[in-house]
């Protein structure tokens, strides 16, 4: 039986057979003869076969290890010149260093990092997580953190969201919420209620009613390409994926807080029951904002959370508000424009609280091109560590490696459904918008 290293020499050789054929075809400006693409399905076939094989060594190795708790000796010489028991205790210097480790052990003469394997042993347990050929290897927590960290601050939704880690066994998190639909008398905070009373009256009972928030972790996987030579500067890979991978992954997760559809990923507030949806006006032309539009939703937005509102807006939108007035007995003031008008700053900000354009808002006209939001009324779940795996097939023809990112998160709002307030007919909620007009 062939060892790992000798099946992941043949793969790679497979592969640039396959690279070599498709090469001659290009030259000869040709189509694969049908007997070339019988030898590719031979070869594809082949390549799975061994990739199978391989991670099952591999799931086989991994258990062996946590089973005897000892340090496996490298598959080769400790290119590095790190003794084992040395690596065993240092961490890596960088983020760069690390990324470039699990290049290596997912090569086709791989050689593993001690570091690497102590951090596949420490790994969280569940959906394979630990084992290379499945999961990947975690980052390093400082480096893990630091990712996340860049990854939320590129995004303007879901740095505003309430985030709560869950535990390194725990793949959800259960929450009790209130189960509250209306505040009139007698089913304020979902059954809870106060009474006046006189000496010697009777005192009535009530309790709340309570309602389960389940939230179950989500996969959230990146990847990025990295060429050749960039795999041989440290330094320069990690500020390559420092700022691929935050900027992706930051707009991914504000776009699943907006517009989630609650499977395999985030419910979004756009599809959430609770959203509260603001109709045009009478004889509203189409693709337009109306003053009247921004009153009324901030009139549906939950008083309590005013304070903590954003206005989300897709930046079609900004020509409307820069031209929206109000009438004042013959003449008009604008509603956007500070005093010194389009020559003086903006406000940016609608009865004082901001104006942020952002990608994932829908276009001009459409319903969600103008969302008014208390995110804190969000929450978000995550398992803090990243893992990170690589490839050398999936771009092997570029002479490029590729990078998969697992982040494990998920979330939704707190609010089951809009609110009837104590008094009056209008629903409230911490999340309100625009609806079409069209």
């Known amino acids: 039986m062939k060892t790992i290293t000798e099946m992941r020499e043949e793969v790679k050789n497979l592969m640039q057979n396959l690279a070599d054929s498709k090469t001659r075809c290009i030259q000869e400006n040709r189509e694969p ?251 509203q032309l189409a693709d337009t904002v109306e003053y009247a539009n921004i009153v009324k939703m901030w009139s549906r937005c939950y008083a309590r959370g005013r304070t903590n509102a954003v206005w989300f807006i897709n930046q079609d939108v900004e020509p409307q508000l820069f031209q929206m007035g109000i009438v004042v007995g013959m003449g008009g003031t604008p509603v956007y424009l500070p005093p010194g008008g389009a020559s003086g700053q903006p406000y940016g900000t609608l009865f004082g609280r901001p104006v942020i354009a952002i990608e994932q808002c829908q276009t001009l006209g459409d319903a969600g091109d103008i969302i008014l939001g208390d995110f804190s009324q969000y929450i978000l779940i995550d398992k803090g560590g990243v893992q990170s795996a690589s490839s050398i097939h999936v771009r092997f023809v570029n002479d490029e490696s590729v990078f998969r990112f697992v982040y494990r998160v998920d979330g939704q709002p707190i609010w089951n459904s809009a609110l009837t307030p104590f008094k009056g007919s209008n629903t409230l909620s911490p999340f309100v918008r625009l609806a079409v007009r069209g």
């Open 33 to 283: 003869s049908g007997e070339e693409r019988r030898v590719a399905l031979a070869v594809l076939a082949r390549v799975e076969e061994l990739e199978e094989i391989i991670n099952l060594e591999l799931k086989v190795e991994a258990t062996e290890d946590r089973l005897t708790k000892s340090q496996r000796a490298p598959m080769k010489p400790n290119l590095d010149g790190i003794p084992d028991a040395q690596a065993k205790k240092d961490s890596f210097k960088s983020f760069g260093e690390q990324i470039i480790a699990v290049m290596r052990a997912g090569s086709p003469s791989p050689y593993v990092d001690p570091r690497l394997r102590t951090s596949m042993r420490n790994a969280v347990t569940g959906l394979s997580e630990g084992i290379p050929s499945d999961g990947g290897f975690l980052i390093q927590p400082e480096f893990s953190s630091e990712l996340l960290k860049r990854a939320y601050e590129t995004g303007q939704v879901a740095s505003r969201c309430r985030r709560i880690p869950v535990g390194d066994n725990a793949n959800g998190l259960k929450i009790n919420g209130i189960d509250e639909t209306s505040r009139v008398t007698g089913s304020r905070w979902g059954g809870v209620r106060a009474y006046w009373i006189g000496e010697a009256d009777d005192k009535t009972a009530s309790k709340p009613k309570f309602r389960q928030i389940e939230l179950s972790l989500k996969k959230l996987i990146g990847l990025c390409y990295a060429t050749d030579e960039l795999l041989q500067d440290a330094t320069a890979l990690e500020a390559v994926m420092n700022q691929a991978f935050a900027e992706e992954f930051g707009f991914m997760l504000d776009d699943a807080c907006i517009n989630g559809t609650g499977a395999g990923q985030p419910l979004g507030v756009m599809n959430s029951p609770c959203l509260v949806s603001v109709a045009k006006e009478d004889a």
